[in-house]
């Protein structure tokens, strides 16, 4: 057992984690800032050693399913267990366990297809609070992206009635040089910009920031007014009609999927000859070519030069880094790019890869949103959390469950945080892009976007 024993934050929940990979390892840095009591388990002295010498956690080398290993963990006084180890089934044994032996939530990873088809019925069964597949849920991202392919980013937040779309403003592009007041009073007033990237800096914009090519914006705005809006201002909306996919893993599998679903034309090269098969039977519709990735000659034949999207999806990240860069120099496909290591977000920001997806951050901000609703308030509850511009930016979305102190109140009568905006409110299936004189109301969802870190309840807008 490592310990490091230092004076904590107090306030926090008694968290433990199962499994110190990449996942793991994030959710430590991430949850420990936000002042919790950590205990991390797992099978590997080294990542326990080396995490407890970073971060003022408990860490025990052992089986997360074991009872002891988990009592000597603390579960009986435990809050939430995350098991995010490589094995599913072990993930739902350990909140199995500890579901029985504490009086805590439980979430798990959980990431074959097999299992993905029955999420409901395992979460109810076993009574876990959470199952996330962050396979799936990158290959919805990147559908999300591919029917709306001008676009870098594509979230989707009030059950899929507003979306925050992130672009790049181009040379000559009609934005090129307005101010955001301008853009509502004489484009639309049916969006908000709410984060503006600049030569490595971000902004959260007010009215009179004047707008220039090569920033990259995010805006928020009603599904179908975003898709108006971007065919406002010159840029091309309509979905791909054909996806070349290197690699046939999981997220390969989800991706292809989705987009045959929608009528999208899917080939996938896969270099392993069994996964080939695998997929030529899951995938009826999909065209599968067993070869290597990386063989130019391959990719020719198989279709990268007239391809409307690229996405590479293999399990090495300078591989599809490669990919994606020779894919941009030999068609004008739209690019995604899969990058499971998180160290050298910088030198990856400065790549020209289209769109990128992280499929650890993806995990681990269901699972901080799932935390601070845990932590909240009586009155508000956190719904979804996405970090935005390399986790400069939160975007929070609040569900207001009952009068708070920031409920009834005209906008422009509040005293909010400085670098914060208050995006949308939906309420009864409308999204509404507030002026100063809307009101949140109990009920309604709202979505904040700020620099400030750590929000758990609604009424931490106010300054």
Known sequence: MFQKDNNKPTGGLKIIIVGCGKVGRTLVEELSQEGHELSIIDQSAERIEELTNLYDILGICGNGASYSVQKEAGIENANLVIAVTDSDELNLLCCTIAKRVGNCAAIARVRTPDYSKEVGYLRDKLGLALIINPELEAAEEAARVLFLPTALEVNSFAHGQAEMVKFKIPEGNDLDNMTIAHLGKHITNEILICGVERAGEVFIPSG??????????????????????????????????????????????????????????????????????????????????????????????????ETEAFVALTGIDEENILLTLYAKQVSNAKVITKINRITFTEVIDNLDLGSVLYPKYITSEAIIAYVRAKKASQNSNVETLYHLFNHRVEAIEFKAQHECAVTNIPLKEMKLKKNLLISFIARKGNVIIPSGDDMIQPGDTVMIVTTHTGFNDLDDILA
């Open 208 to 305: 009179d920031f004047i707008l220039r090519a090569g920033d990259v914006v995010s805006f928020v705005a009603n599904k179908k007014i975003a898709r108006e809006f971007l065919q406002k201002i010159g840029f091309v909306t309509k979905r791909v009609k054909s996806c070349l996919i290197v690699g046939g893993g999981r997220a390969a599998y989800y991706l292809a999927k989705e987009l045959l679903r929608g009528g999208i034309r899917v080939t996938i090269i896969e270099r392993d000859f069994k996964r080939c098969e695998e997929l030529s039977v899951q995938l009826p519709k999909a065209i599968v070519i067993n070869g290597d990735g990386t063989d130019k000659e391959l990719l020719k034949e198989a279709g990268i030069e």
